[in-house]
């Protein structure tokens, strides 16, 4: 067991010994570009003994889930105790135990959102790594306009009838269940009809097709809903609604948010294992003589060094209370910034980079991937958009 | 360690004082008014801030400082930028300071009272290189003779003293053999010849012709002037990004406030969307710069001796996007934005000269590369 100690060097000490018992020594060894991510859920196939002892060892006391209370699955951790423990991680080279759209995004929705009962019911499932949840936003004709969502749930007594279709759901293929934006009042203003519900990837009518993508990888999926019964009360009495019928759009805007913060903070491994640097100490010197790749990688990592100082100093403050929109340019600047970052690696590896199966490994398909920051999550022109409407309060007419 | 980039309680005390302080004291009317008069500054509002405890800064309480360190140092120029205020308050309360502090010098507590201003001698061509100082000491007994040249010296007409960066033995190029000397302006074979500056503020080219200095000025040791000069350069780039964050976030104020008052074709020009996203970009760019600065007054606190690159990282940062906070302000403005009436064209003219002070983008810029390897 571990010793949730108040005092931030014991608990250092503890997390670390506890980390050390139950994160088998050859998990720690494999590079973190290289590990299997461990996603839970029912079809999910563990890539060895020791990732599901180390998601086992971490759900039973709740550190799969470090911040959530212990009522709901979680460990009950304080900030600076959540911080020591990923540090521990870090230092120890040991994976997180467990990744999930559960835990990224429907699980913060629920505890902002949801009723006792909901968290007392889904959240442990999740932290447990028994239910595999994914996202249901995006509409094939409602992207940056999200709120445009289409796919209709009717009220048919006591259950709802789903029709429509959701794409770019990451993973569907592979989740249980998916939480989705539907329309439940079609008459409302488009903001005030949609409901945040929770559907099971296992009811009649759902069904699922990969999205190939220009990087060969086919990471998001097609949903498809043709007369879907979600009943209005589970067997076990639960509603699943999340937040008040036809408030959705509240529970989304939560979590966009959130995903925002997220996606921005994939810069952050701009001064990760695989620094500028680095990856050009590794190439023909000769490529640095060109100036102007030169020039361009000097700028870029004065602009990299400045941005990661930038989602530092945001982290600190949404510690202590929050960056609301301004959340939209940690998005902005972090996505754009990935994305220069990759032409460049495109740029020096020069005909070497251009081989699917060539030395850079896995460089095409990640900078290829990195075309996505800026679009997925609000597109880097719609977070221009908040920070002058909500941050700048520029006129709109 | 951990350095966090929030403010502290007493940090947001400081800022917000000293800009209710700056908007009575220093609106950018005065630097106007200094303009017209000729004057580099006003010597009364120098005065003023030397008894807010702004010049001692950086000085020890026991020699009559406030000692609030580098951070605090930032917050104040970064404010004064905002309103372009003009003194040698970089020049003095934060790179003589800094030097003299090194040093062990007994004249800290004339910088602490505001009774003696200071202005850095270095440069000698077009662009910062301080390793490439011609300018001779040579040594005759016990004495030295100083002959040569400065360029862009900054309050070099007003300054009443002098800290001169000259070459003892070695070449130009050479890092070693530069000693610091710490002289008073009025010394004979001094003469100062100010440049009527873009910025309407104090920029000279000082002539040395035969000017006698003893080993009693020599800040630091002989030879390894560089050493001595070296913290007192970071903290004056440092200085000089946290002026150009505040005058960019002083431009970008009166861009967002005419974006949003301005109507053209039947509608506010703050509503086009062209416009909207250019001016979140900018934002988005001043949030980054802040950042920077922020760590460079952090780092230049913790461990002084290890500040190259986040003092660098600030200064190319805030060079970048000062120079897009102005341009977009006149460009913004439009007509009006190019008329000397209205003060974007200050804030554009001191933007210019605070990029090439103390190295422009390009020298932080490498020297951002070169800490990174690259």
């Known amino acids: 067991m571990l010793d949730f100690s108040d005092d931030p060097e014991v608990f250092r000490a503890n997390v670390s010994t506890w980390i050390e018992t139950h994160c088998d020594p050859a998990l720690r060894a494999i590079p973190q570009a290289e590990r299997e991510i461990c996603w839970g859920g029912r079809r999910f196939t563990f890539a060895s003994q020791a990732q599901q002892d180390w998601m086992r060892a971490a759900a039973a006391i709740g550190m799969t889930a470090p911040r959530w209370p212990t009522d709901y699955g979680g460990a009950g951790l304080s900030r600076l105790q959540e911080k020591i423990y990923r540090e521990e991680l870090a230092r120890l080279n040991a994976p997180t135990p467990l990744e999930s759209f559960g835990l990224w995004m429907l699980g913060p929705a629920l505890l902002a959102f949801g009723t006792h009962e909901q968290k007392r019911h889904y959240l442990p499932q999740i932290t447990r790594g028994e239910i595999r949840w994914c996202q249901g936003y995006s509409e094939p004709g409602a992207g940056s306009d999200l709120a445009s969502v289409q796919t209709r749930a009717e009220d048919r007594g006591d259950h709802w009838l789903v029709n429509g279709s959701k794409i770019w759901t990451s993973y569907a293929d592979q989740a249980d269940w998916i939480f989705a934006l539907v329309r439940t009042d079609r008459e409302a203003p488009k903001h005030r009809g949609i409901s945040f519900m929770l559907i099971d990837m296992e009811a009649e009518g759902v069904t699922t097709r990969p999205i190939r993508l220009i990087s060969g990888a086919s990471p998001f999926c097609e949903t498809f809903f043709e007369n879907v019964v979600v009943p209005k009360e589970d067997p076990v009495g639960l509603s699943r609604i999340v937040g008040e019928l036809n408030r959705g759009w509240d529970v989304a805007k939560h979590l966009l948010t959130h995903e925002r913060e997220m996606i921005g903070g994939g810069a952050q491994g701009l001064l990760g294992a695989r620094s500028l640097g680095a990856f050009l100490a590794d190439l023909d010197p000769e490529v640095l003589e060109d100036p102007v790749l030169k020039t361009r990688a000097m700028a870029l990592e004065v602009d990299s060094l400045a941005t990661a100082m930038t989602l530092e100093r945001y982290r600190d403050m949404a510690k202590q209370g929050g960056v609301g929109h301004a959340s939209a340019m940690l998005k902005y600047a972090g996505t754009e910034l990935n994305k220069r970052r990759y032409e460049l690696l495109m740029s020096v590896t020069g005909s070497d980079g251009l081989d699917w199966d060539g030395a850079h490994g896995s460089l095409p398909s990640e900078w290829l991937r990195t075309k996505a920051n800026s679009i997925e999550g609000g597109t880097s022109e719609v977070m221009l958009d908040i920070l002058a409407k909500r941050v700048l309060d520029l006129p709109s007419q | ?374």
């Open chain 2, 1 to 374: 360690m951990t350095l966090s980039l929030v403010p502290t309680e007493d940090e947001t005390l400081l800022r917000d004082a000293a800009r209710s302080f700056l908007a009575e004291a220093s609106p950018v009317s005065a630097l106007r008014g200094n303009r017209d008069s000729g004057k580099p500054y006003d010597a009364g509002f120098y005065r003023e801030i030397a008894q807010l405890g702004w010049t001692g800064v950086l000085v020890p309480e026991e020699a009559g400082g406030s000692d609030m360190g580098h951070r605090a140092a930032g917050i104040l120029a970064e404010e004064m930028g905002e309103v372009l205020a003009a003194s040698p308050f970089l020049s003095t309360a934060v790179i003589a300071a800094t030097a003299l502090r090194q040093a062990g010098s007994d004249r800290l507590a004339q910088i602490a009272d505001g009774s003696v201003t200071y202005a850095l001698a270095v440069d000698e061509r077009s662009k910062f290189s301080p390793e490439r100082s011609a300018l001779q000491a040579m040594r005759q007994g016990n004495s030295y003779r100083l002959s040569g040249r400065k360029c862009f010296v900054a309050e070099g007409s007003s300054a009443d003293r002098l800290l001169v960066l000259a070459r003892t033995s070695g070449s130009p190029g050479e890092a070693y053999g530069l000693t610091l000397f710490d002289i008073d302006a009025a010394r004979t074979g001094v003469t100062p010849h100010r440049s009527r500056s873009i910025d309407s503020r104090d920029h000279a080219t000082l002539i040395f012709e035969d000017v006698e200095a003893t080993g009693a000025d020599i800040i630091g040791e002989i030879d390894n002037g560089m050493a001595a000069i070296h913290t007192a350069l970071n903290a004056g780039q440092a200085g000089m990004a946290a002026e150009l964050l505040g005058l960019t976030s002083g431009a970008f104020a009166m861009t967002a406030g005419y974006l949003r008052e301005r109507r053209q074709f039947g509608r506010t020009i703050g509503s086009f969307q062209a416009l909207q996203h250019r001016a979140a970009h900018l934002w988005t760019q001043i949030e980054i710069t802040a950042s920077a600065v922020a760590n460079a007054g952090r780092v230049l606190d913790a461990t002084p001796e290890a500040a190259d690159l986040a003092v660098s990282v600030a200064k190319a940062h805030a060079t970048q996007t000062a120079q897009l906070a102005v341009c977009e302000g006149v460009q913004m403005h439009g007509g009006i934005g190019m008329t000397d009436e209205f003060d974007m064209g200050f804030y554009m003219k001191r933007a210019r000269v605070g990029a090439e002070w103390l190295g422009d983008y390009g020298y932080h810029a490498a020297r951002v590369s070169a800490a990174r390897g690259i």
